[in-house]
């Protein structure tokens, strides 16, 4: 049974309505006016944390970043070949680490850009401008 207001009357057996199985973020679009949008519309995270440098949060930003991260990581396993082809498997015994810590923001970077393509076709749909905070 749910909590009664004061001075309120409701029925006995009164009941609040269950919270919506999609719930809203009302944010502030590109236009300047506040909007409804789901969690699939919304994408990544627009706003700046407080931060110095402005992060990227545009698919084509993230795409970029993306294919950057996965070309500097062909560039370390081409190293690996190097390194199996001249027999010099003790360096690698030494910075094999640094492969499972590129893979971190990698495989972040490419989830981003997928999330964020995603809700730019489902506000496309909806015809909602993009969030910016």
Excluded: C
Excluded at 47 to 55: A, E, F, M
Excluded at 112 to 125: I, M, P, Q, S, T
């Amino acid at each position: 049974m749910a909590r009664r207001s004061r001075d309120v009357p409701q029925e006995p057996g009164y009941t609040p309505q269950p919270p919506p199985e999609t719930p809203l973020k009302h944010r502030l679009a590109e236009n300047g006016e506040i909007v409804s949008y789901t969690d699939g519309e919304y994408g990544v995270r627009k706003d700046d944390g407080l931060g110095v440098i402005k992060p990227v949060n545009s698919s084509g930003g993230l795409l970029f970043l993306s294919l950057l991260m996965t070309a500097l990581f062909g560039l370390m396993l081409y190293g690996v070949v190097q390194m199996a082809v001249t027999d010099q498997w003790h360096i690698m015994g030494e910075i094999w680490w640094l492969y499972a810590l590129v893979l971190i923001p990698l495989f972040a970077g490419w989830t981003g850009y997928f999330k964020e393509r995603k809700a730019e076709k489902l506000r496309k749909a909806r015809n909602l401008p993009r969030p910016v905070e």
